[in-house]
């Protein structure tokens, strides 16, 4: 999910004109790395091994690949909404699966600031969204 993340708003950098838009998508994918990186090196710990190239990340039934090129703002945004909305409900269940361990306490912690990047990016989204609705 991190990963398809990090893709997914890579891929649009180039396609955007706007010098702000751009830069929120360039801070979006620091983020998403953040994520990634922090959560493969959880799965490292465990002794599970992913690998991050692999045609599996890319999110089933979401749009992939040259298909980003020809989206308009309107549908990058919603698209945005859409997956954010999934990080956001994966971050939950994790928050709830580790909410009374005593041990993650650290990992619940880092999860739930996890979410509220999650939050921020889809309601950026659907600021945005609202915006060009209006014009
Ligand atoms: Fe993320
Ligand atoms: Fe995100």
Request: charged share 30%.
């Amino acid at each position: 999910m991190e990963a398809y993340q990090v893709k997914l708003y890579q891929s649009q950098i180039q396609a955007l004109e706007d010098p702000h838009i751009k830069h929120v998508y360039e801070r979006f994918v620091v983020r998403e790395k953040e994520h990634r990186d922090f959560i493969t090196q959880q799965l490292e710990n465990l002794g599970v091994g992913i690998n991050l190239a692999g045609p599996s990340f890319t999110l089933a039934g979401i749009v992939s690949g040259k298909t980003l090129d020809l989206l308009s703002l309107k549908d990058r945004y919603k698209l945005g909404i859409a997956v954010e909305h999934k990080a956001v409900q994966m971050y939950h269940e994790f928050i709830e699966m580790t909410r009374h361990d005593p041990e993650l306490s650290e990992l619940n912690k880092k999860l739930a600031y996890f979410m509220v990047d999650e939050e921020q990016h889809e309601f950026w989204f659907k600021e945005h969204l609202t915006r060009l609705e209006h014009v």
